[in-house]
T-cell receptor
């Protein structure tokens, strides 16, 4: 079993839709949970991070962590064509190396 | 504030040639990383440096060497490039549980 699983997509949605992106993981020691956005031919850009469990909201983006289910989610409300990118989840334990999901490619169609 | 800067952005090599990928950061972070990103494989850790003067192997270190020149700079060297090293290379720093990435170097080995 891979440490982090993520559906690679591609996922296509119409503009204005609510998007749900998810990752599951197996290591219960993970403390930091991150979402990166990567545009084509660019480096990953930190979008949101959460320490331990709970929700975090930033504008149209909401990150959720459910440690009991080992499941994290990123919700995008009122999706825009500019949200079209690959979204990578990442996790870590303090002082240890990061583990990344393979990324989900999202297309928001005008 | 440039963050993490990688040079060059693009490079084409012939099999057997050598080259060094440069990474510099102005974030004053202790930890620095080199990843490669291949389609369907996600980000894989090549080498990392927890602090100036220390380096350690990651998941895929074969064929690479690194130098942590000072706190700001962390270089990745390919001594004898092979077609299997065709990839996009990312440098990253770390602060606490979060990583910050450069824009990447796109390398082709013919």
């Amino acid at each position: 079993q891979k440490e982090v699983e993520q559906d690679p997509g591609p996922l296509s949605v119409p503009e204005g839709a609510i998007v749900s992106l998810n990752c599951t993981y197996s290591n219960s020691a993970f403390q930091y949970f991150m979402w990166y956005r990567q545009y084509s031919r660019k480096g990953p850009e930190l979008l949101m991070y959460t320490y331990s469990s709970g929700n975090k909201e930033d504008g149209r983006f909401t990150a959720q962590v459910d440690k009991s289910s080992k499941y994290i989610s990123l919700f995008i409300r009122d999706s825009q064509p500019s949200d079209s990118a690959t979204y990578l989840c990442a996790m870590s334990v303090e002082g240890q190396n990061f583990v990344f999901g393979p990324g989900t490619r999202l297309s928001v169609l005008p | 504030n440039a963050g993490v800067t990688q040079t060059p952005k693009f490079q084409v090599l012939k099999t057997g040639q050598s080259m060094t990928l440069q990474c510099a950061q102005d974030m004053n972070h202790n930890s620095m990383y080199w990843y490669r990103q291949d389609p369907g494989m996600g980000l894989r850790l090549i080498y990392y440096s927890a602090s100036e003067g220390t380096t350690d192997k990651g998941e895929v270190p074969n064929g690479y060497n690194v130098s942590r020149l000072n706190k700001r700079e962390f270089s990745l060297r390919l001594e004898s490039a092979a077609p299997s090293q065709t990839s996009v290379y990312f440098c990253a720093t770390r602060f606490g549980g979060i990583q910050y990435f450069g824009a990447g170097t796109r390398l082709s080995v013919l």
